[in-house]
């Protein structure tokens, strides 16, 4: 209860008409992606869920909300115009476009992560070429000069030198293994991202009328949604 004034504040006629001053100044900003502006109009009707407001003038909030190339974008899969549309298919359509994107960036996370895996494995295989070339060469140039340098102090320099060779290589082993955890991680989830893919698809042709889901499925259309997130 607001104490100056004497009401509830959570009442649910204050939360309707807080809702309508909220859903004129929604707007995109200048970075924002389709999954930001998703999530901010989401955020906007979140406290009054049970409002009366009818899809005719929440899509006309959430269209003036959007940039120009945003606007372009959510015409383009509909012959009469987004506005023309049921409120329900253009949110499914974003919300598509909103996990599209996400598993593009997930993709996208895990290409550079392989790419890192990748370079990682070939400096651990030159490290370890390197380890091995100069152990060889360590254990020539003693065979050749071992008659010259007998004695204990000799023993005992080649047990310091053996412990640190074998400490490398278990320091290399432990990065090889770290290195095939990475790729097993990311080939698993290159599969869970290309079944979801499959998936969100699915799922957005078989909800749209028909002359909706060739224009969905047009391949140039599907690439520009998913570049535009």
Known sequence: MDDHYGYHTDHPLLKLLNLMDNLPTFKQAANDTIQEMRLKFQSVLQPCLSH???????LECFYRGLGPEYRSIAYQPFESGMLHQPYEVVTTLFDGMVETNKEAQKKHEWD???????????????????????????????CRNGK???????????????QKLEEQDKKLNEMKDNIEILNETSASNSMTIQLQDAQITHLMTSRYPPFLRTRLTTPWLTTRMKNSC
């Open 112 to 142: 550079a992560l392989v790419a890192q895996v990748d370079v990682l494995s070939k400096r651990v295989m030159g490290l370890e070429a390197q380890a091995m070339e100069k152990e060889k060469h360590f254990f020539l140039h003693e």
């Open 52 to 58: 009366e407001i009818s899809d005719k003038m929440l």
């Open 148 to 162: 010259k340098h007998g004695g204990v102090q000799n023993d005992e320099a080649l047990s310091v030198i053996q």
